[in-house]
């Protein structure tokens, strides 16, 4: 996931010897964060900024193995319920805090503390029974049961290490500048316009696949949101901005042919992206309809219409990314007469004057809340094809485009029978956190993450079984069984994989993505003429 300005066809040589000096204008489509630190609610917007200035305990290599980051090594005890971390002793967090098992412990009882109002990191560490400062160095993490998934976990922006100091300040001071060990320090916020980060000269915590082990060579950079992807696009090649995120499938095609702007594409790991149908209430809570919906929508066509062969269908509910990943293309086939059919059985048969197939005098009504902030438009005119070819069967979907908020209202109240919900975590244990009848239960922050509100004890003794063993071939072997009934079950509509698009001027040299949530970081960046 390293990428360098000479990879583009027709692309400038790259320079070869970094440059100090200058500030990085990085402009982003998603949504503007209401906190800066990704402890709090936990999404891949936070995730993007806070990959500049804090650091987790391990990381994850090109090819998946976990590799030391904060900290140099780890053991576990034979029943897995006993883990000993082994921390970097030279470490010193940006207000001065020494970073230190009491600052691992810190950050563990922050993650866990329902006031914290975390989602994706209080999920990551939910096995975590409590953590002992052995020493200055060695922080034991005792868990409540085996998790095979804790090293994946533990890499992540969302469970990256904070100042103790930092957090004591409160929630407001803390969201505003959460305060890290990264090449980056948060200096100023600008609401609904910029983020500025500066150059942490004293940096020397990188991890070992990083091209530069020192301080960045950027002054640094300043992150500005711009929602509106036209003008993202207009601004990078007019070279007000350097990197742009949320490229759209139409400005990748064009960049696979300009000499000035590079595509790094760097799909996330986890799960697919996917539209889950939520079986815990009517229509879905019959297979047969489910199905139905999934024969009915040509999803193929639809991505070759309108991804100009940026996108892959996927036929898994894991990302590509992933190397457990299962897939079934056979469940998945267009095919409206078998939609008719199964509709037919399951007693649909009468239809209004709109066409709506009917039962019971109640309409055949799902309803599909799409978050803007979350959905490029391509994915908008995606869902609107499926809304067309499932009416042709008879249903009646409504799309309602809301912003993140609303969207997570709507959720939040069950109103809704299809979503669409991005969701990253490192490794297969995604499966857990998504289809575990668990996850119906809303986290601290209010959010759950079992959409499909798949409810099905076998599933869950198959996850918690994968969940307990730490022998890789089990766990995969688990993990295959437990994609299969989330396929066979027809619980999702699998699509393809996240898509992580970053479009980069080629005087913007030495970016990388790293290997974990796919975030672009920029301590081994720099400038050029």
């Known amino acids: 996931m390293v990428l360098l300005a000479a990879c583009a066809p027709g692309a400038p040589a790259a320079s070869s010897t970094p440059k100090a000096g200058g500030t990085l204008v990085y402009a982003s489509g998603d949504a503007e964060p209401t906190c800066l630190d990704p402890h709090v609610g936990g999404n891949y917007p936070q995730a993007l900024l806070s990959a500049q200035f804090l650091e987790p305990l391990v990381s994850r290599d090109a090819k998946g193995e976990i590799i030391p980051w904060l900290a140099d090594s780890w053991t576990t005890s034979e029943d897995g319920l006993t883990w000993e971390f082994t921390l970097r002793s030279d470490v010193t ?41 052995v020493d200055a160095t060695t922080a034991r993490f005792t868990l409540s049961a085996p998790d095979s998934a804790l090293l994946e976990s533990l890499s992540q922006p969302w469970t990256a290490m904070e100042s103790p100091t930092g957090i004591a300040r409160g929630e407001a001071a803390n969201c505003d500048a959460p305060v890290g060990t990264g090449p980056f320090v948060v200096d100023e916020w600008v609401k609904q316009d910029h983020v500025s980060l500066v150059r942490n000269a004293d940096y020397d915590s990188a991890p070992s696949d990083a091209a530069n082990d020192g301080p960045a060579y950027l002054d640094g950079i300043t992150w500005r949101f711009i929602p509106d992807s036209a003008s993202r696009f207009a601004a990078l090649q007019s070279g007000d901005v350097d990197i742009i995120d949320n490229a759209q499938p139409d400005t990748i095609a064009q960049a696979k042919d300009s000499k000035t702007i590079v595509d790094l594409d760097a799909p996330r790991p986890g799960a697919s992206n996917r539209i889950e149908l939520n079986a815990g209430q009517a229509p879905f809570d019959d297979q047969r309809v489910r199905e139905a919906f999934v024969r009915s929508t040509d999803v193929n066509a639809g991505i070759e219409s309108l991804f100009f062969g940026t996108a ?72 609107e094809q499926i809304q067309a070819g499932a009416g042709d069967a008879g249903f009646d979907v409504q799309l309602e485009l809301l912003d993140l908020s609303s969207w997570y209202e709507a959720l939040g109240s069950n109103a809704y029978e299809a979503v669409s919900a991005p969701y990253t975590k490192v490794g297969p244990d995604v ?64 699509l393809y994989d996240q898509q992580n698009h970053f479009l980069l001027s080629t005087s913007l040299q030495g970016v990388r993505a790293l290997p974990t949530v796919s975030t672009p970081v920029f301590g081994d960046a720099w400038l050029v003429e």
């Open 93 to 133: 967090f940006t207000d001065g805090t020494p970073f230190d098992a009491a600052a691992v412990k810190a950050n563990i009882e922050h993650l866990q503390d329902p006031a914290t109002k975390s989602s994706t990191g209080y999920l990551a560490v939910g096995k975590v029974a409590s953590v002992e400062a």
């Open 312 to 383: 892959k269908r996927s036929y898994s509910p894991l990302s590509s990314a992933e190397a457990t990943a299962y897939s079934d293309e056979s469940l998945f086939g267009y095919d409206l007469d078998a939609a008719n059919t199964l509709l037919d059985e399951a007693g649909w048969t009468e239809k209004d004057s709109d066409g709506v197939r009917t039962k019971d005098g109640v309409r055949l009504t799902v309803r599909f809340p799409v978050s803007t902030n979350q959905s490029i438009p391509a994915e908008q005119s995606l869902f």
């Open 431 to 494: 499966l857990r956190v998504l289809y575990d009848s668990s996850g119906i239960v809303p986290a601290p922050s209010g959010y759950f993450a079992n959409h499909a509100q798949l409810d099905d004890p076998a599933l869950d003794e198959i996850l918690k079984q994968a969940s307990d063993t730490l022998d890789p071939e089990e766990r995969a072997f688990l993990y295959e069984q437990a994609q299969q009934i989330i396929l066979d079950g027809y619980y999702i509509l699998p």
